[in-house]
């Protein structure tokens, strides 16, 4: 058990540019979440998928970003067109679907700065 | 928006001493779960309260559950400078899968 992984740790961009974050959760783990952070805030929701289907957004995500989660393994987030106010840790969890108590496991995150 | 509001923001205590931090939220909830962020790194699940439990324990924590005031506390006894982070109360309103945070309390534990 590897636990979750992302990639890149850090990104830094140029506003207007396109970025993608990539997740790959515990490897048999059917849940698979994205959360934003902001400094001294905790992390808020965008989104969710049971294996490859997203199941729920957030209204927090913007018609510039989007998820996938291909054969409902790794997932990618990307964020197109940046802007400054996107800049913060984006963390991704996974959790065993085991039933209605689940915890989730957090990868390290993949901070954001936008220029 | 977050449900959860931890108290107090910060905290400062000496090795050796305990560490209480409380939580509020404002609609019902299935359970509640207590997290551990270290400075720049991802959250660690510390202990899950169900709604109908009213305290558990796990090691040196110990997690209270007062529903009828939407409120949860967390203590950490003898505490270590390892525990230096922060933590965040998170609430499941039902479904498991859209866990709500909120901002957070700091603990830093001084040698």
């Known amino acids: 058990d590897t636990g979750v992984s992302q990639d890149p740790r850090h990104k830094i961009t140029k506003r207007g540019q396109n970025v993608t974050f990539r997740c790959d959760p515990i490897?048999?783990?059917?849940?698979l979440y994205w959360y934003r952070q902001t400094l001294g805030q905790g992390p808020e929701f965008l989104t969710y998928?049971?294996?490859?289907?997203?199941?729920?957004k957030s209204r927090l995500l913007s018609d510039r970003f989007s998820a996938e989660r291909p054969k409902g393994s790794f997932s990618t987030l990307e964020i197109q067109r940046t802007e400054q106010g996107d800049s913060a840790m984006y963390l991704c969890?996974?959790?065993?679907?085991?039933?209605?108590?689940?915890?989730?496991?957090f990868g390290s995150g993949t901070q954001l700065s936008v220029l | 928006s977050q449900q959860g509001e931890e108290d107090p923001q910060a905290l400062s205590i000496q090795e050796g001493e305990n560490a209480t931090m409380n939580c509020s939220y404002k609609?019902?909830?299935?359970?509640l779960q207590w997290y551990r962020q270290n400075s720049g790194r991802g959250l660690v699940h510390l202990i899950l309260?169900?709604?109908?439990?009213r305290e558990k324990h796990s090691g040196r924590l110990r997690v209270t559950l007062d529903t009828s005031k939407k409120s949860s506390s967390l203590l950490i006894t003898a505490s270590r400078a390892a525990d230096t982070a922060s933590y965040f109360c998170?609430?499941?309103?039902?479904?498991?899968?859209?866990?709500?945070f909120g901002a957070g309390t700091t603990v830093t534990v001084r040698a």
């Open positions: 490897s048999e783990h059917n849940r």
């Open positions: 998928f049971q294996n490859e289907a997203q199941l729920e």
């Open positions: 969890a996974s959790s065993p679907s085991e039933g209605l108590d689940e915890k989730l496991f």
């Open positions: 609609t019902s909830i299935n359970n």
């Open positions: 309260i169900r709604s109908n439990e």
């Open positions: 998170a609430t499941d309103r039902g479904g498991g899968y859209k866990l709500s």
